[in-house]
């Protein structure tokens, strides 16, 4: 945008929409989606889940091409499935507060008739 919206306001939103960007570069290991767990009996009749806790089922859900993909997760991943995950998260929020923050910039560029 050629002409900058002026003021306090207008200078916060700029201030926190370029600490995004300097924080949140494309990571090449994000996950999109969620990590879930689902407990099941595996149905042998000595094993501790007939009675006792059950067996963990790790999965990751998430969308691509418009469909849902469900991949499970092996027991010794889930905690880096988890971490990449988490951070897939946040840049996607990173990026809608971006998103929204020039939304609102050209609001206030408009509001003070600078465009």
Known sequence: MKNQPKGPEAARIRQRKFELIRRFQIPDDLLPG???????????????????????IWSLTFMADGKKQVLHIPKHLVEQVRRQVEAGREYQDAVREVLAANAR?????RKQRLI
Request: with cysteine; hydrophobic share 30%; net charge positive.
């Open 105 to 109: 910039l050209l609001g206030l560029a």
């Open 34 to 56: 969620s990590l879930s767990v689902h407990t099941i009996r595996c149905g042998k009749p000595n094993c501790h889940c007939v009675d006792g806790e059950r067996h963990a």
